[in-house]
């Protein structure tokens, strides 16, 4: 039976190489933003018009869409026979991952050796502080030496940034810097979480330098605001980084945003900041960090936070290979008082997330 592939993006033309090399018959695209559009003389089609007997492959990273789940269960509704999930449609056509790996987008490389090395994995798998670190680290390192669905890291389903299983152990009201805030995702998990008892905040600071998401941002804050006045919100129209400056950015791509360095030209350029000097007066106990590889840079620039305050620590690990073992040895020379812990939220070894919490009440 012939396919459609859901999702004309890098992962969809990933799908559709394998299903020609295998001489699997495809018969077009389903992309809501493409619709009536044509790709590799293939149609694309939306979702009320596609051929409902065809099988689906919903080819949608997490970084586009992270509700893959509800476009399966959408597509259902809508009457589509056989819809194969991100998951089953990866487990279906493995060789998928080495042609993603041929894009070198995030932390794949198409050399292997490029996304490992062995004493600094040593060192890292040290540091962890429990097993199933220890174990989500191992799988990994085997999944980027192998890129096989058997070496594969499933996502935890866990609440990201506030996973159940990592012992945060507030003393007091949380103080929180959202770094890469996107359009608020995580303040409104957070809040929830506020809500239902779990957490208590006090106090949201979010930084988000691309203008359409910064509005909505904006918005979401203000009509959180609304439902939860003893929470103060902040939101900043800026990048982290190392220092105060004026640097180049790849603006519009939803969550994937991001700085560029070099010459500045002035229609793409957007204002950094360093949390040291913005923050240093805020008493802040936590910090997430997910800004599209400009991770480092920010760490950096919170030096004196992290080493006086020793805040908690949500620090995004995927976006470079090496982010994996250089952002922890880079925390660990700054404030060696944390345990660490590393947990997968999402598919592709997306939202690998590095926690740090400080050893004893903060």
């Known amino acids: ?62 970084l586009v869409n992270s509700n893959r789940e509800q476009i399966k269960e959408r597509l259902i509704e809508l009457g589509y026979k056989n819809v194969l999930g991100f998951f089953e449609a990866v487990q279906k056509f493995p060789g998928v991952f080495s042609q993603y ?62 996973p159940d299983d990592i012992p945060f152990n507030f003393q007091s009201p949380i103080r929180f810097i959202d770094c890469g805030a996107y359009t608020g995702d995580t303040v409104e998990a957070f809040v929830e979480l506020h809500k239902k008892n779990i957490i208590s905040i006090e106090h949201i600071a979010s930084f988000e330098p691309d203008t359409i998401n910064f509005k909505v941002l904006t918005n979401t804050q203000r009509e959180l605001k609304k439902q939860n006045p003893e929470i103060s919100f902040q939101a900043f129209p800026s990048g982290v980084w190392k220092c105060v400056d004026l640097l180049n950015f790849n603006q519009g791509q939803t969550s994937s945003s991001n700085i560029i360095q070099g010459e500045v030209i002035n229609d793409s350029s957007v204002s950094v900041i360093d949390l040291d000097s913005t923050c240093q007066a805020m008493d802040i106990n936590y910090i997430k960090m997910d800004i599209e590889g400009a991770e480092l840079a920010a760490l950096e620039g919170a030096r004196n936070l992290i080493q006086t305050q020793q805040p908690a620590l949500a620090i995004c690990v995927y976006h470079k290979p090496k982010d994996l073992w250089e952002l922890p040895q880079f925390i660990d020379k700054l404030q060696p008082n944390y345990n660490m812990y590393l947990r997968v939220h999402e598919h592709l070894g997306l939202s690998t997330v590095l926690y740090c919490i400080p050893k004893g009440s903060h």
């Not at 190489?17 to 003389?41: C, E, H, Y």
Request: charged letters at 25%.
């Open 101 to 162: 790996a041929q894009l070198e987008h995030l932390w794949m490389r198409k050399n292997h050796d490029e996304m490992l090395d062995n004493t600094s994995i040593q060192w890292l798998r040290a540091r962890l502080e429990d097993n199933k670190s220890k174990n989500i680290l191992d799988k990994l390192c085997a999944f980027r030496g192998s890129l096989s669905i058997d070496d594969y890291p499933e996502p935890d389903k866990k609440v990201e940034y506030y």
């Open 1 to 62: 039976m012939n396919y459609l592939i859901y999702g004309a993006g890098h992962f969809g033309e990933c799908f559709h190489r394998i299903l020609v090399q295998q001489n699997t018959p495809v018969s077009g695209w389903i992309d809501q933003r493409l619709a009536n559009q044509m790709k590799f003389d293939l149609p694309i089609f939306d979702e009320q018009t596609a051929d409902r007997n065809m099988n689906v492959i919903i080819a949608v990273t997490p």
